[in-house]
């Protein structure tokens, strides 16, 4: 028999390990002002053109909600296989691909291995790192974009996992598919990349990063995609990547069992079938994210920049007399919810969401505005 604890300096309650103290929880995107007053949301990237109306009639065919879904959501990965040309038994689905970024540091990186991404990468990396042990290792950006050249220098013999969000987030940069090929071709080969595409149906057809060719042809690519952004179902938590058969066996392993619910494996399913409204999403966002670039651009002489973005926000910098939480209050007063993300390193930006035309130049408006009452 166990004898009784009795130890008195045991703990009183349950210990957090040092490694999971270490996560600062991820941060979502605000809806409501500081009074509780509710706010136009433009600081999580979500569609503005809501979802396909055919993936929402699809919900009533769904699987009856008191049965468990499909373990391996067959149909979702049989669509998507057949629209992106890869072999269905390759394609891992996610709840969310926040589910699939988190599993994959967890398969391949633990304690005393290195997790390596850019400097402004997508915050979720560092958790994915620290939950599994492992040390997340920031290579330094090139004018908040991400430069090759610095990932690969900072890879050494303990990197087991490099992270890539191509377009990036927070700020909207993108690498060529030569520069991601020429990423991948530099680093080790037990080494494995992670390309996060979850802006990829933004970028035009023909600028594709080649991410998904990549995961096909290597041993250590993982493509991520989610349904979250232009698909417009981030309410529904689905993703999916596809990868060498082994990586996807490893992350089937330690994914949740049954993890893409009835409701969502139907209304994704049907969302794959209306490429029409991913392609409508596509010609509005890149539309109004140009003209809304444009006007923060018209605004260079008071501080302001646009860092170029192929997603569907953009970042603007406040370099000038208008600093960046000063705007994000002034928004807040207009009735807009963006995002600051002083806790990334970014206390001189916002990232803003592409809402409507009207919206955009609302903001590009009250931008200007309290540009010229700063000065
Ligand atoms: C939004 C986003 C995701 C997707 O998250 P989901 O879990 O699929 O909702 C993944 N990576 C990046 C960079 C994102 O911005």
Same mark, same amino acid.
């Given at each position: 028999?166990?004898p009784?604890?009795?130890?008195i ?6 210990q ?7 996560i600062?929880a ?21 569609n503005?053109?809501g979802?396909s109306?055919l993936?929402? %009639? @699809? *919900?009533?065919?769904?699987?009856? =909600?008191?049965?468990y !879904? $499909?373990? +391996?959501?067959?149909?979702?990965r049989? /669509? #998507? ?14 709840t ?23 400097r402004y ?6 958790? %994915? @790192? *620290?939950?599994?042990g492992?040390? =997340?290792?920031?290579? !330094? $950006?090139? +004018?908040?974009g991400?430069?090759?050249? /610095? #990932?690969?220098?900072a890879v050494?013999?303990r ?11 927070p ?5 060529t ?5 020429r990423?991948?071709?530099g ?6 990349l992670?390309i996060?595409?979850?802006? @990829? ?17 290597h041993?250590?690519? #993982? ?13 529904e938590r689905?993703?999916?990547?596809t990868?060498?058969?082994?990586i996807?066996a ?13 409701g ?6 049907a @969302?794959v079938a209306?490429?029409?409204f ?15 670039a ?6 260079g002489n ?10 569907n926000f953009?970042?603007?910098l406040f370099?000038?007399a ?13 009735g ?6 002083p806790g990334?390193?970014?206390?001189q930006a916002?990232?803003i969401t592409?809402g409507?035309?009207e919206?955009m130049?609302e903001i590009a ?11």
């Amino acid at each position: 028999m166990r004898p009784p604890v009795t130890d008195i300096a045991a703990p009183a309650a349950p210990q957090m390990k040092p490694w999971i103290e270490a996560i600062h929880a991820y941060v979502p995107g605000k809806s409501k002002a500081a009074d509780g007053r509710r706010l136009v949301k433009l600081s999580a990237n979500e569609n503005p053109l809501g979802t396909s109306p055919l993936a929402l %009639a @699809a *919900r009533a065919e769904a699987v009856p =909600p008191a049965l468990y !879904p $499909d373990p +391996d959501s067959t149909a979702l990965r049989e /669509a #998507l296989g057949a629209l992106h040309g890869i072999d269905p038994a390759r394609i891992i689905c996610g709840t969310g691909s926040g589910e699939l970024l988190t599993i994959a540091a967890s398969a391949f990186a633990g304690p005393g291995d290195d997790v390596l991404y850019v400097r402004y990468g997508f915050s979720l990396y560092e958790i %994915a @790192a *620290r939950r599994c042990g492992a040390q =997340p290792v920031e290579a !330094p $950006d090139r +004018d908040y974009g991400t430069d090759v050249d /610095a #990932l690969l220098a900072a890879v050494t013999e303990r990197t087991r996992v490099v992270f890539i969000a191509n377009p990036n987030n927070p700020t909207g940069t993108f690498l060529t598919r030569a520069e991601l090929a020429r990423l991948h071709a530099g680093l080790p080969s037990q080494v494995l990349l992670v390309i996060d595409q979850a802006y @990829a149906e933004y970028v035009p057809p023909e600028a594709d990063d080649g991410g998904i060719a990549l995961a096909q042809a290597h041993a250590n690519v #993982l493509a991520t995609r989610t349904f979250s952004k232009a698909y417009g179902l981030a309410g529904e938590r689905v993703g999916w990547g596809t990868g060498a058969p082994a990586i996807i066996a490893a992350l089937n392993r330690i994914r949740g069992p049954f993890n893409i619910g009835n409701g969502a494996q139907a209304v994704a399913l049907a @969302a794959v079938a209306d490429q029409d409204f991913v392609e409508r999403t596509r010609a509005h966002n890149n539309a109004e994210r140009a003209r809304f670039a444009a006007r923060i651009e018209a605004l260079g002489n008071h501080g302001l920049r646009a860092v170029p973005s192929e997603a569907n926000f953009v970042l603007v910098l406040f370099e000038g007399a208008l600093s960046a939480s000063t705007a994000l209050d002034g928004l807040a007063q207009r009735g807009y919810a963006v995002r600051h993300l002083p806790g990334q390193g970014l206390p001189q930006a916002l990232r803003i969401t592409i809402g409507t035309a009207e919206q955009m130049a609302e903001i590009a408006a009250a931008l200007g505005e309290m540009a010229e009452a700063a000065r």
